[in-house]
């Protein structure tokens, strides 16, 4: 008789989880912006993967240079025109996607991997170490962004490898203290004091229990937190702080198309564009899923 | 938490191992001259003595001298910080204003025209790199038609024929105070296109920001009432709505605030802007090491401050926040 109760109840259960998954979907497909996110990220994806096969001058893009066609404007030779060094900037542009996709994706990573479970276990002890905990990643918030990435790797020096390290050391923070609420709320509830009371140890709680709630709106914000990420290495990268040549490096491609770029607009035009429409895929896409979960912002109007 | 930024910048400076010693001892050092640079920078030392040395050094106001410039870092970053804050008040005053207008209209309009337009706009704010759009915008602008100068802060002829005497550094307030219109309107001139191009990010932001907050301000039963009441729109807008969705406002202001900081750096890159971004950004070029911490320093305790004056005024204007 219990059982057969159980047995319905996480049926119900199921259900409702199947429901709230299919609402999910159906909110973020039905939003043609998220969509259009959507379309974005999965073309750069692409572009990144099978860049050597799709780029018109694949060894060009690796630095070569074809010193007969320099700063020559688009045509359809070149449709984004050729830099200093007579490359195809498009192939260059192309060859980009895979450095500024796999360079936010570490980024991100890294820093979601570190910062999420020192909030958890923060949030879950709270007292002595939470404090300890949260005074430190509040120290490392009090810089402006950008600001601290700058420092260390100006001593660092420049590489691509520096400017990663450089954002991920100001990145995690961030997560510790998204991360360090949701445990915050989470753990007294219920199924939290019940794991505790049949004896289940605090280490697996904070991995079983706290971590996986706090997953969602960590996710939701690593999505937003790849576009700024990729604006970031690019900052880094214009201030020499990034990627060096010959590395067809976005931001680096502006800068270097800095010094042209009175004379010829397309050298830092392109490479900007590129940036701009990578960010706003992310950008459109966070937006919706954050919408998609927030229950606040449905669609339901007044005024 | 200012002891956490110079807890911070003191490991950054003095524990990576970067090697400031090599730095500072020149091109191609000998392992003897690398010793004496080690020497003269202390950092032979015990860590703890080096962090003592450190704070009585920056509380005396010294940041060391710059490698490139051989002026004390203090002195060159206060001329540089008054450029700078120029350009981020006026670029922050562009973002707030506008940002809270239109988030305010695209909120009460959701999912019509005019929201649609300003969340295009404000998503396309946060997706550029903002030393891009400056760069378009120089060429647009200042090249192609013409409409404004390309880079600097003041005419050289405007300079010459009528110079300004420094009271507060802010070019466009001292020139006020002095009568001089010739010089303001030449400093408002060169404001405009590196103020517009630093602004666009946060005033993204503060769109997104207070659009959202709104959103859930409208929802609820108080705005229900008023509207039954028959209050007028802009009245429920501003005077009802707005109040209660200030505190998200006041933080995207803060958050707007914080992203000029480090936006005016490439900026002013781009504009010749003679600020603190020209200026780390020379020093980075010349691996001049105490001029980037000192100008690092500076930043982030002026930042530190802002966001204490932002909680303040955040708890005086919403009753709901307690210090």
Redesign the interface.
């Known amino acids: 008789m219990t059982e057969q109760k159980t047995a319905t109840s996480s049926q119900e259960q199921n259900d409702q989880r199947f429901k709230e998954t299919r609402v999910f979907l159906k909110l973020v497909v039905t939003n043609p912006l998220s969509l259009i996110g959507l379309a974005i990220i999965v073309v750069f994806l692409l572009l990144a993967i099978f860049g050597p096969y799709v780029a018109p001058y694949p060894i060009q893009a690796e630095g070569a240079p074809d010193l007969v066609h320099q700063l020559l404007p688009p045509s359809w030779q070149f449709p984004f025109g050729t830099d200093e060094f007579g490359r195809d900037i498009l192939s260059r542009v192309i060859f980009g996607a895979r450095l500024s996709l796999i360079t936010s994706a570490a980024i991100v990573g890294s820093a979601l991997i570190i910062g999420t479970p020192l909030g958890a276990v923060a949030g879950y002890y709270g007292e002595k170490i939470g404090s300890i905990i949260m005074r430190i990643t509040d120290m490392f918030l009090a810089f402006p962004p950008l600001l601290l990435a700058l420092a260390v790797a100006a001593t660092l020096g420049g590489s691509i490898i520096n400017a990663v390290l450089a954002l991920i050391v100001t990145w995690w923070p961030w997560y510790t203290r998204l991360a360090y609420s949701q445990a915050l709320a989470t753990r007294n509830l219920p199924y939290v004091d019940a794991a505790r009371a049949i004896g289940v140890g605090d280490p697996v709680i904070v991995v079983r229990h706290i971590m996986p709630a706090t997953l969602a709106p960590i996710l939701v914000q690593a999505t937003l937190d790849l576009g700024s990420a990729i604006l970031s290495v690019a900052a880094l990268s214009f201030l020499g702080l990034g990627a060096q040549p010959p590395t067809p490096d976005w931001g680096l491609m502006v800068n270097t198309g800095r010094l042209f770029f009175l004379q010829y607009w397309w050298y830092a035009t392109f490479p900007g564009l590129a940036i701009m429409v990578l960010v706003l895929g992310f950008n459109l896409f966070g937006d919706a899923i954050r919408e998609a979960i927030d229950p606040k912002l449905s669609r339901r109007r007044l005024i | 938490?200012i002891i956490?930024?110079l807890?911070?910048?003191f490991l950054?400076?003095h524990v990576?191992p970067?090697n400031?010693a090599a730095l500072y001892a020149g091109s191609h050092p000998t392992a003897q001259e690398i010793q004496t640079a080690k020497e003269t920078l202390g950092l032979n030392k015990p860590v703890y003595v080096q962090f003592y040395i450190y704070v009585t050094d920056l509380l005396q106001g010294n940041l060391g001298v710059s490698i490139r410039t051989h002026n004390p870092v203090l002195s060159d970053v206060a001329v540089g910080l008054a450029a700078t804050l120029e350009l981020i008040t006026f670029a922050f005053v562009i973002a707030v204003v506008g940002g809270v207008l239109v988030g305010v209209y695209s909120a009460?309009h959701?999912?019509h025209l005019p929201d649609h337009f300003g969340r295009v706009v404000a998503?396309?704010g946060?997706?550029?790199?903002?030393?891009?759009?400056a760069?378009?915008l120089?060429?647009i602008f200042a090249?192609t038609l013409g409409l404004f100068p390309?880079g600097g802060r003041l005419s050289t002829d405007v300079s010459i024929i009528y110079p300004l005497r420094t009271i507060t550094g802010f070019n466009l307030i001292d020139s006020l105070l002095e009568g001089n219109f010739v010089v303001f309107s030449d400093s408002l001139w060169h404001l405009i296109l590196p103020a517009i191009a630093l602004a666009t990010y946060p005033f993204g932001l503060t769109v997104r920001m207070v659009r959202?907050m709104m959103?859930?301000v409208?929802?609820e039963n108080y705005?229900?009432s008023a509207?039954a009441w028959g209050l007028p729109?802009r009245i429920?807008?501003f005077k009802y709505a707005l109040k209660n969705a200030i505190s998200s406002t006041v933080i995207a202001l803060g958050m707007s605030f914080?992203?000029s900081?480090?936006g005016a750096?490439?900026d002013e890159?781009?504009f010749v802007w003679p600020g603190l971004g020209t200026y780390?950004?020379l020093s980075?070029?010349a691996l001049d090491?105490p001029a980037?911490?000192g100008t690092?320093i500076v930043?982030?305790a002026f930042?530190?401050v802002i966001?204490l004056l932002v909680d303040i005024f955040q708890a005086l204007m919403d009753p709901r926040v307690t210090l």
Do not use: C, H, K
């Open positions: 938490m956490g930024v807890l911070i910048t950054v400076s990576i970067g400031p009460s959701r999912d998503i396309l946060v997706s550029m790199a903002p030393f891009w759009l760069m378009i120089q060429l090249q390309l959202t959103i859930e409208l929802q705005t229900r509207l729109q429920i807008l914080a992203y900081l480090t750096f490439l890159i781009i780390t950004a980075i070029l090491y980037i911490m690092v930043v982030a930042y530190v966001n």
